[in-house]
């Protein structure tokens, strides 16, 4: 491949895995893919998930067993983790506060209520995901071809429920410049690769 006159690594595509996640590795009707590649010395993989759905507490435990579930499988093996799909996660708040501080574009309260944003802030291993903050209103659930949250009998409360997560792997390369005076082993560089990715659009 050539990029700006410059040779670009292709890239080595690893073992795609599907897992079943929906009640207790039997049923299908919920699941993830990892696909993980490398282009040149970094280390990527790329998780496609669907978590369980509800909103109940049970529902929310289910949801963080699998995230976790999920992040053990690849443990160790990559650079750089992402993790996206309908992660189902919810806002704690009645549909009827939810939709008021919608209208208030009150952003940061429907966050402070956001399921995923407080046990990120509660688990250790949650909290090694990151995420770009949400600068934009709920994307679930609309009436059908409307921008209308659900005015169905269900009633279900808007939310975040489609996520990007991000895990940055150990730091295990010293990459500079290299015009940089050349090291020897009593005089090693400090180790800076992988470095955290900079969201620059959300």
């Not at 998930?49 to 529902?59: D, F, P, Q, V």
């Amino acid at each position: 491949l050539i990029f700006r006159n410059q040779l670009v690594p292709i890239p080595i595509f690893g073992d795609v895995k599907s897992i079943r996640l929906g009640a207790y590795g039997f049923a299908a009707n919920k699941g993830a893919i990892i696909f993980p590649f490398e282009v040149g010395a970094s280390r990527f993989v790329f998780m496609g998930c669907h978590l369980t759905a509800g909103s109940g507490s049970e529902n929310l435990e289910s949801r963080n067993q699998q995230l976790r579930q999920l992040m053990r499988m690849v443990e160790g093996s990559y650079d750089y983790l992402a993790i996206t799909g309908d992660l189902n996660y919810r806002i704690d708040l009645t549909y009827e506060k939810c939709l008021d501080f919608i209208g208030q574009r009150n952003i940061e309260v429907l966050l402070q209520n956001d399921q995923l944003y407080n046990m990120r802030k509660r688990d250790p291993n949650l909290a090694l995901l990151k995420e770009p903050k949400q600068t934009f209103l709920p994307t679930y659930k609309f009436d059908p071809n409307s921008d209308v949250y659900d005015t169905s009998s269900k009633h279900r409360v808007p939310s975040y429920t489609d996520r990007i997560l991000i895990r940055r792997g150990r730091k295990r390369l010293a990459v500079g410049n290299s015009n940089e005076p050349k090291y020897d082993v009593t005089n090693q560089p400090p180790l800076n690769f992988p470095s955290m990715p900079v969201c620059i659009d959300f």
